[in-house]
């Protein structure tokens, strides 16, 4: 039995790594699912690459571009997971986009995610006053359906928090993934006013590229997602990624 999304909240401050499945192969992905684990992320968000991924920077793109080149498919995927939950429980939430679903079959996609044992699913760019069209057929199947607010949601905030599921994704900055240098959005903010609402943990993305940040991103938060910063060494190394991947993931979980 698979750990929930919430016990990746349970000991401290979580760590959400992000790789896009299939860059640079699918078994180098399995691997990093490994060592990200063994080096202290507490829960694993795997993107099933999308040709046209709005939300996400230049870095994402281009693992998007590497894994469908490379010959990635949804149920490629699907076939992963069923190779990784033989050897950890580790929470997994997949991360893509509503065309993919869509075109997958909603019911087909719910049911398949619930059968290989992943937890939960982000959609970027599903709005939350679109989301019912999804979370009624994933909620049937167990699978939640993560919300995120972003620094222009103000009023939204409360709203979107009291009927978020999982853990709420908070965006630290405006504009697409990617790594950034500083970010200078009020997070204690926006997590204050969710909390006021729910007590559903939060974990800022977008943006974090260093330990440092993400210690200061943790202060406010529940927990700390990376994903472009991680997905840059991937690039950079290819299928040699695993061991500087697992330096990295280590250099932030130990400053949370």
Same mark, same amino acid.
């Given at each position: +039995?698979?750990?929930?999304?919430?016990?990746?909240?349970? $000991?401290?401050?979580?760590?959400?790594?992000?790789?896009?499945? @299939?860059?640079?192969?699918?078994?180098?992905?399995?691997?990093?699912?490994?060592?990200?684990?063994? &080096?202290?992320?507490?829960?694993?968000?795997?993107? =099933?690459?999308?040709?046209?991924?709005?939300?996400? @920077?230049?870095?994402?793109?281009?693992?998007?571009?590497?894994?469908?080149?490379?010959?990635?498919?949804?149920?490629?995927?699907?076939?992963?997971?069923?190779? %990784?939950?033989?050897?950890?429980?580790?929470?997994?939430?997949? +991360?893509?986009?509503? $065309?993919?679903?869509?075109?997958?079959?909603?019911?087909?996609?719910?049911?398949?995610?619930?059968?290989? @044992?992943?937890?939960?699913?982000?959609?970027?760019?599903?709005?939350?006053?679109?989301?019912?069209?999804?979370?009624?057929?994933?909620?049937?199947?167990?699978?939640?359906?993560?919300?995120?607010?972003?620094?222009?949601?103000?009023?939204?905030?409360?709203?979107?928090?009291?009927?978020?599921?999982?853990?709420?994704?908070?965006?630290?900055?405006?504009?697409?993934?990617?790594?950034?240098?500083?970010?200078?959005?009020?997070?204690?903010? +926006?997590?204050?006013?969710?909390?006021?609402?729910?007590?559903?943990?939060?974990?800022?993305?977008?943006? =974090?590229?260093?330990? *440092?940040?993400?210690?200061?991103?943790?202060?406010?938060?529940?927990?700390?997602?990376?994903?472009? &910063?991680?997905?840059? %060494?991937?690039?950079?190394?290819? *299928? $040699?990624?695993?061991?500087?991947?697992?330096?990295?993931?280590?250099?932030?979980?130990?400053? %949370?």
């Amino acid at each position: +039995m698979s750990k929930s999304i919430r016990d990746a909240f349970t $000991n401290g401050k979580a760590f959400i790594p992000f790789i896009t499945c @299939g860059d640079p192969s699918l078994d180098i992905t399995e691997k990093l699912v490994y060592a990200m684990e063994g &080096a202290g992320a507490t829960l694993i968000e795997l993107g =099933i690459p999308f040709s046209d991924p709005t939300a996400e @920077g230049p870095v994402i793109m281009a693992a998007d571009e590497r894994a469908l080149s490379a010959g990635t498919t949804t149920d490629k995927v699907f076939d992963l997971v069923v190779k %990784i939950r033989k050897n950890t429980d580790i929470p997994l939430v997949f +991360m893509t986009y509503a $065309n993919v679903v869509f075109s997958y079959g909603i019911e087909k996609f719910a049911a398949k995610t619930k059968e290989v @044992g992943v937890q939960g699913l982000i959609l970027p760019d599903v709005p939350y006053e679109e989301k019912d069209e999804f979370d009624e057929v994933l909620s049937k199947y167990g699978i939640e359906l993560i919300s995120m607010i972003a620094p222009t949601s103000n009023e939204r905030i409360k709203m979107i928090a009291s009927e978020a599921k999982g853990f709420l994704y908070c965006v630290s900055s405006l504009g697409v993934t990617g790594v950034r240098s500083t970010i200078n959005t009020d997070i204690g903010g +926006m997590i204050k006013l969710a909390k006021e609402v729910s007590d559903i943990p939060c974990a800022v993305g977008f943006g =974090i590229s260093n330990p *440092e940040t993400a210690k200061k991103m943790t202060e406010f938060s529940d927990g700390a997602i990376v994903g472009s &910063a991680i997905v840059k %060494i991937i690039a950079e190394y290819g *299928e $040699n990624c695993v061991e500087p991947v697992t330096k990295f993931v280590k250099s932030i979980t130990d400053a %949370i």
